[in-house]
């Protein structure tokens, strides 16, 4: 369970249409993507005489108003969900980003963590470049610029052999809109149509939003490039494919497709996997809202235990400015979840969730259950025991906060206070998703990192940098 537990990477998308209000459209993609990020949000459009941007902190739909939008005119343009993996909650770490040097100029928006930010920034510092923020996505911005190269496509495919790490990126300049997947397509990445003209976003249920169709998934390695005379693609070889698995499991939305596979199926096939490897007599089943729904009534369907909805869930917890004070802070999940107590009450409950981070909320969940008069709680868990911090877009936790990394699985059934544990197995979670094991990155449960861990970023780590570093102009 992941409240203030585990957090999603960001939300990008770009569209290259004329003759439609684009920064209304790009609105309410960003509002489909809103789970992927919650911080801060921003939509940059260009013209084809200049770029102009909105960004501030907060939702969606608080930080753009129609008059925003209104300004936000041209037939390009890019938007960005903010959730911080590198650089801390602040407005000058919101995105998209501008970055200009000489004549050059672009936007950037980027999903993924970029693991050799630091000794990039130090170079690029050395080279007279100055930053604004303490994001690896300004790196990945002036180091595209520093590139050699006679073409955006070059400069960039250029910057790719520098950057390590997780990077989507959607580009903008002044005529041209590009979509950009690291070579190991840890995040999702996806092209579509509108109208007559181009989209590309983090995931396909942007799309379904705008009345856009999905054309494809823009593959590991590949430079996407859109302008008026159409889209061309410029693909880097890719020799390991680390997608995270993540992605099926919690981040991405259930009625979103990956690599052709819809994610709410997928789910659903956990739950029944989980029936399998850990059946119990029980009374009812139920899925913790709303990323464990699927995966229960997998459960159901698979163990013939009947469905129920056990806790409904307020969607706007969390989504206010006021924080609560310390009696209310004290109730913690009972302010996000409120039992049906009059259908759980006496029964043996069988409880789906999707992950099991640090073990902070799932025993205050166990025992709302309790109070709520529950007499049996089996946690049944979508996700192998996570044991290992990830270093590659997700804001998680350091190792010794993973609770699984310091107990046994016995050991977690009773700090959690449940009267039965059980976690997918990795074959099992596979089978599930029903992709080849090879070209998932499964390092947070198995340790085997795509790339070194020792070239992990602290997530602050260029937030310690001199004031005079983040201030200043472009070079």
């Known amino acids: 369970m992941k409240i203030a537990s585990m957090h999603e990477s960001c939300g990008i998308f770009g569209i290259h249409a004329a003759g439609m209000g684009i920064a209304r459209v790009i609105f309410f993609a960003l509002f489909a993507l809103q789970h992927r990020g919650q911080e801060s949000a921003g939509i940059a459009v260009s013209d084809g005489n200049g770029i102009k941007i909105h960004t501030n902190m907060g939702l969606v739909s608080q930080a753009f108003t129609e008059n925003d ?9 890019i938007g960005h969900n903010r959730y911080s993996t590198t650089g801390s909650t602040r407005p000058s770490n919101a995105q998209p980003i501008i970055v200009k040097s000489g004549d050059l100029v672009l936007a950037l928006a980027h999903n993924g963590n970029i693991v050799n930010a630091k000794s ?17 996505s300004e790196v990945i911005a002036d180091l595209i ?3 050699p190269g006679k073409s955006w496509e070059g400069k960039i495919e250029h910057a790719m052999r520098r950057l390590q790490g997780a990077y989507s990126l959607v580009v903008m300049t002044q005529d041209k809109l590009l979509g950009v997947r690291d070579p190991m397509g840890v ?11 181009w989209v590309i976003a983090s ?30 693609s410029f693909k880097k070889k890719s020799n390991k494919k680390a997608f995270c698995i993540f992605e099926y499991i919690y981040f991405a939305r259930p009625d979103s497709v990956i690599q052709g596979k819809l994610l709410y199926q997928a789910r ?18 139920m899925g913790v809202p709303d990323s464990a729904t699927a995966a229960g009534i997998g459960y159901s ?14 969607r706007y917890v969390g989504r206010t400015f006021i924080e609560p004070d310390q009696r209310l802070r004290e109730l913690g999940v009972q302010l996000k979840f409120n039992p049906l107590s009059r259908t759980i009450a006496g029964k043996r409950l069988v409880v789906v969730d999707d992950s099991i981070v640090r073990g902070t909320t799932t025993p205050r969940v166990v025992s709302l259950l309790r109070k709520a008069g529950v007499k049996e709680v089996h946690l049944r868990i979508c996700a192998p025991p996570i044991r290992y911090p990830c270093f590659l877009g997700v804001d998680m936790a350091t190792e010794w906060e993973l609770i699984a990394a310091r107990k046994t699985i016995p050991e977690i059934r009773d700090y959690l206070g449940a009267d039965s544990l059980g976690y997918l197995s990795l074959n099992g979670l596979i089978r599930a998703v029903d992709l080849p094991r090879e070209i998932f990155c499964l390092a947070c449960f198995t340790g085997d990192y795509p790339i070194p861990v020792q070239m992990g970023m602290d997530k602050l780590a260029l937030e310690e940098l ?10």
């Open 69 to 77: 939008l209104a300004h936000l005119k041209g037939y390009i343009g």
């Open 120 to 136: 990039l920034h130090d170079e690029l510092h050395e080279s007279g470049y100055h930053f604004h923020s303490s994001s690896d």
């Open 145 to 147: 610029l520093a590139s």
């Open 187 to 197: 995040r999702p990445l996806c092209l579509g149509t509108v109208d007559s003209g």
């Open 203 to 232: 995931e396909s249920c942007a799309l379904d939003h705008i009345g856009a169709q999905l054309s494809r998934e823009i593959e590991p390695g590949e430079i996407v490039a859109i302008d008026r005379s159409g889209v061309r």
């Open 268 to 285: 659903q096939a956990m739950g029944e996997m989980l029936a399998q490897e850990y059946p119990v007599d029980a009374d009812l089943v």
């Open 301 to 314: 369907h698979a163990s013939g235990i009947p469905y129920c909805e056990g806790l409904l869930k307020n």
């Open 466 to 475: 001199p004031e005079e570093e983040l201030i200043g102009s472009q070079k």
